[in-house]
């Protein structure tokens, strides 16, 4: 069983920055291909972010391109989402998921992270 814990989130103002992390335990970091979703009201959550096992890869949501940036260190079983020039419609909660194969992370993860807040001030 993979635990997930999320951390980094808060409060910024506008056009700020923050960076999300996502700590794995309990199993082999390096065996799950890991994504950052966030809550929409009335959807659910949504895909925002994606990166492969090994790292070399990474897929975005087309409105976060540009702006944030996933990435991954085995060594630290942690993934990670740089965001940048961030709006107020960025307010919600984020989570981290993990699933064997980048596909199925973006549609089926096998583990959920609790989820993280994320508050964009105009």
């Known amino acids: 069983q993979v635990k997930l814990v999320e951390s980094g989130g808060g409060l910024v103002q506008a056009g700020g920055s923050l960076r999300l992390s996502c700590t794995a335990s309990g199993g082999t970091f390096s065996n799950y291909a890991m994504g950052w979703f966030r809550q929409t009201p009335g959807k659910g959550r949504e895909y925002v972010a994606g990166?492969?096992?090994?790292?070399?890869?990474?897929y975005y949501q087309d409105s976060v391109k540009g702006r944030f940036t996933i990435s991954r260190d085995n060594a630290k079983a942690t993934v990670y989402l740089q965001m940048n020039s961030l709006k107020p419609e960025d307010t919600t909660v984020y989570y981290c998921?993990?699933?064997?194969?980048?596909?199925?992370?973006?549609?089926?993860?096998?583990?959920w992270g609790q989820g993280t807040q994320v508050t964009v001030s105009s």
């Open positions: 990166i492969t096992i090994s790292g070399r890869t990474t």
């Open positions: 998921a993990a699933a064997r194969t980048i596909g199925a992370v973006t549609t089926t993860p096998d583990y």
